[in-house]
């Protein structure tokens, strides 16, 4: 798949799939929302319900650094799979930084659930350095290599 085409169809998905390793070489994957902005993918701790908000995903990324966000759609109709997936240095960052802040911004514009409260953060910062796809079918109706 084309990167230009990966990185629209990342940035237009809801969801996502946040992927970080354990201290303990574990993996550690939880689902979330996300915003593509300026270059880095944001997500950040709201106030939906958690156990903590010392949350595991966060002493990962403090850890080690470096962090997978993954996005997919599933069909019935299995030519119309596709994921992309974006690998790169990560960082948690207060929501009042300025990347913190651009990141919320950017939440809020992608997820009207947010308009009446907006994350409190802190923001997990994902700044790409590859990203690696795969499609079932090209738009052009052929197959994917």
Same mark, same amino acid.
Request: net charge neutral; with cysteine; glycine share 10%.
């Given at each position: 798949?084309?990167?230009?085409?990966?990185?629209?169809?990342?940035?237009?998905?809801?969801?996502?799939?946040?992927? =970080?390793?354990?201290?303990?070489?574990?993996?550690?994957?939880?689902?979330?929302?996300?915003?593509? =902005?300026?270059? *880095?993918?944001?997500?950040?701790?709201?106030?939906?319900?958690?156990? =903590?908000?010392?949350?595991?995903?966060?002493?990962?990324?403090?850890?080690?650094?470096?962090?997978?966000?993954?996005?997919?759609? #599933?069909?019935?109709?299995?030519?119309?799979?596709?994921?992309?997936?974006?690998?790169?240095?990560?960082?948690?960052?207060?929501?009042?930084?300025?990347?913190?802040?651009?990141?919320?911004?950017?939440?809020?514009?992608? #997820?009207?659930?947010?308009?009446?409260?907006?994350?409190?953060?802190?923001?997990? *910062? *994902?700044?790409?350095?590859?990203?690696?796809?795969?499609?079932?079918?090209?738009?052009?109706?052929?197959?994917?290599?």
């Amino acid at each position: 798949m084309d990167e230009s085409v990966a990185r629209e169809l990342f940035a237009a998905a809801r969801v996502a799939a946040l992927g =970080t390793v354990t201290r303990d070489g574990l993996p550690h994957v939880v689902p979330v929302v996300f915003a593509l =902005t300026g270059g *880095v993918i944001a997500s950040a701790v709201d106030g939906k319900p958690k156990s =903590t908000r010392e949350l595991r995903r966060l002493a990962n990324v403090r850890a080690s650094g470096r962090a997978s966000v993954l996005v997919d759609e #599933y069909d019935e109709d299995w030519t119309r799979l596709w994921w992309v997936r974006a690998d790169g240095p990560a960082d948690v960052v207060d929501a009042t930084s300025p990347v913190g802040a651009a990141g919320i911004e950017a939440l809020c514009r992608k #997820y009207p659930q947010y308009g009446d409260a907006p994350p409190a953060g802190p923001v997990v *910062v *994902v700044r790409p350095h590859r990203w690696v796809s795969w499609i079932a079918r090209e738009p052009d109706g052929g197959r994917a290599g």
